[in-house]
């Protein structure tokens, strides 16, 4: 589909009908009225997708009713898009910034910027955790679970930064390099496919950065009421994730550890 628009804003809904109008809401508030700008929703939820957007009319409805993950959901989205640019936005967030101007003319600037992280808050306005970073490994893994992040530094920075990765949350990604990577890999249900994402545009030289003057608020986990389930899911993505980029070591550690801690 030829791009006609200036934006694109994909939303993924799942167990998220009470704070979705919020967030699409907070999109109308915050875009530029003088910007080519869609809305899409893909339902992956049971519940009809017409009331959830019955006060948006303008808004572009993919009523899947079944839940597939983020990443396949999110592919749908996009290729339904007419967006030079396209900006992945989690349900339970709300825009709390009116530049995308400025990140829109950094992709005019930067023709090698394939996706641009946003800083992201949760609703008492503190800086969240995992939103972007360097590439990931066992010593990371070691670090982290000894609550000494090694990307601390980035979530904290005041100033963009070229990142191995960021956060899917609110994720703005050029259309056309997302296609040329075939977009979001399907076999990640949730969690990873951000990290995924990323490291594959930068295979192709491409260039990824974090960008803090725009920003999100984020409620975190609203539309995952199984927290069991969601365990699960992160690292069995984890273990596809290590088996896909790292080496062999690497990875069946990872796998020896979900065995016995989440099987």
Known sequence: MMPNKDLSVIIVNYKSEQLLPKCIASVYANLPQSLGVEIIVVNNDVIDGSLLLKNFGAVK????????????????????????????????????SDNVGEILGFFEKNKKLAAVGSRVISESGVVQEWIGGR??????????NLNFPRNK??????????????????????????????????????????MDLCKRLRRQNKEIFYCPNFCVKHW?????????????????????????????????????????FFS
């Open 220 to 260: 975190g986990g609203k539309s995952y009421p199984d927290k069991a389930g969601q365990k699960k899911d992160y690292y069995r993505s984890q273990e596809y994730y290590f088996k896909k980029h790292r080496n062999l070591v690497e990875f069946g550690i990872v796998k020896s550890l979900r065995k016995i």
């Open 135 to 144: 590439e990931a490994s066992l010593y990371d893994l070691a670090r982290n």
């Open 61 to 96: 409805l993919i009523d899947h009713k079944k839940n597939v993950g983020f990443g396949a959901a999110a592919n749908m989205g996009a290729r339904a898009a007419r967006g030079r640019q396209l900006l992945f936005l989690n349900p339970d967030s709300e825009l709390c």
């Open 153 to 194: 530094a980035i979530w904290e920075s005041t100033e963009p930064l070229l990142v191995d990765w960021v956060s899917g949350t609110a994720l703005f990604v050029r259309s056309d390099f997302f296609q040329a990577v075939e977009g979001f890999d399907e076999n990640f249900f949730m969690y990873f496919e951000d």
